[in-house]
């Protein structure tokens, strides 16, 4: 997933999962040695692994692909414009924000 425009983007206990008094660059989260399981970081908090992103993402297409459909996914639970921007590029048609 493309960050690099956000990559000197500092996070710090305003954002979700970032441990208090801790202000990091996004650059360098991955750096810092943190373990969720261990507690290193409040919850909630997601990783996300890109290489299962990919997975999934291939998967969904073939599913679609198989059954001539299309999808516009609910984003309002990723909250995550790179990812909305992914789902857009990998055939969603369009994407959802509110429930009727």
């Known amino acids: ?3 690099h425009p956000l990559d000197d983007l500092v996070l710090d ?4 999962a970032i441990p208090p008094g801790v202000a990091v660059r ?12 261990r507690g290193d970081v409040p919850l909630p908090a997601a990783v996300i692994r890109e290489s299962a992103l990919d997975h999934n993402s291939r998967w969904m297409q073939r599913f679609l692909a198989k059954r001539n459909a299309v999808i516009a996914p609910h984003v309002k639970t990723t909250m995550c ?5 992914r789902q857009l590029r990998d055939g969603a048609w369009g ?3 509110a429930t009727l």
Do not use: F
Not at 13 to 16: C, G, I, W
Not at 26 to 37: P, Q
């Open 95 to 97: 994407v959802t924000v």
């Open 1 to 3: 997933m493309h960050l």
């Open 26 to 37: 996004l650059h360098d989260v991955g750096s810092m040695g943190w373990n969720l399981l």
């Open 81 to 85: 414009p790179q990812i909305m921007q």
């Open 13 to 16: 206990e305003a954002t979700k």
